[in-house]
């Protein structure tokens, strides 16, 4: 049974040797209630030399996609599920159904533990990378900075090698979550969930089968071995409460709608008001001229048509 945990699962890639649709409907009892709404949409074609694709969706909205097909990868499906996909699984319980697949094996694997009130900055993790914090087996793994002259961009730092078995990735959070609203408020924006911008920090650890098989245990103990990647993830984890934000997925989905009507009030407000005036009050006369017969699909797949607001 899985404890408690201060990490989330924040990517994970498996392969198998089962059929697509056999692994669809063993990744169902994840979503709980959302489950029987999991589905495949057959894309143009596959990538990374699988010959056909399909996006992995709950009803319209995009979780990750599933490879298969081709001569060269034997037999193989793959599937990968995103940040996004992850965050809407209910029951990590229930991923032993997808380990009990045929040859059923996790390919990458990303742990990550966000941070609310400044317990971790890019400042730190560059202290603790000249401190050897991140020094294991007597090597210091390289550490690079992404920065940028606007504070609001945010600054990124990754440790190690991506085409290594282990990779981290450590930036300000809450400032990529402030890039996601409008231009025109984000300098009225100075809190998100409560929480000052400036001190939301996440950190991730990714795990990848390059030269030794990753456990299925490592769902279950994600924790643990988020600690054991670096001393600094040991380090930083103690005491830290939970990640609020991703366990609370239809929060990104009611913010998604929030900024897109805040962008409307803002380039349109006047003039609907204007409009409004003009016809006396008359509400639906002004609604029956200005609303579409069409989804906005970027909106649908964000899924706010399955969160309440």
């Known amino acids: 049974m899985i404890r408690d945990q201060k990490t989330t699962v924040d990517y994970l890639t498996f392969r198998t040797q089962a059929h697509p649709e056999a692994c669809l409907e063993r990744m169902r009892p994840l979503f709980g209630e959302y489950g029987p709404s999991l589905r495949l949409e057959r894309l143009r074609h596959g990538k ?33 599920m995103e940040g996004k996909g992850c965050s809407w699984v209910k029951d990590w319980d229930a991923v032993e159904s997808i380990e009990a697949l045929p040859d059923a094996e996790i390919r990458r694997f990303d742990a990550a533990l966000t941070t609310w009130r400044g317990e971790v900055s890019h400042d730190l993790v560059v202290q603790a990378h000249a401190a050897g914090r991140f020094t294991t087996g007597g090597r210091t793994p390289n550490l690079e900075q992404h920065t940028h002259s606007q504070t609001s961009k945010g600054r990124t730092c990754g440790v190690g090698d991506r085409a290594s078995d282990k990779y981290g990735r450590f930036y300000e959070k809450g400032y990529e979550l402030l890039s996601k609203l409008p231009e025109s408020v984000r300098d009225l924006v100075h809190e998100i969930e409560g929480f000052p911008v400036d001190g939301i920090y996440r950190s991730e650890i990714e795990f990848k089968s390059k030269t030794r098989p990753i456990p299925w245990d490592v769902i279950d103990g994600r924790d643990q071995y988020f600690c054991g990647a670096y001393p600094f993830c040991a380090d930083i984890l103690p005491g830290v409460e ?6 609370r997925p239809e929060r990104a989905a009611q913010s998604d709608l929030s900024a897109a009507l805040a962008n409307c009030r803002q380039a349109y407000g006047r003039t609907l008001y204007t409009a409004l005036t003009a016809y006396q009050g008359d509400i639906g006369a002004v609604w029956d001229l200005i609303v579409g017969k069409e989804h906005n699909p970027a909106l649908v797949q964000s899924g706010v048509l ?4």
């Open 48 to 80: 990374d030399g699988w010959r056909e694709g399909a996006d992995v969706k709950l009803a319209d909205m995009r979780l990750g996609r599933l490879d298969h097909g081709g001569d060269a990868q034997r037999g193989w499906v793959r599937v990968q």
């Open 242 to 247: 939970a990640d609020i934000l991703q366990r």
């Open 306 to 309: 399955l969160v309440p607001h």
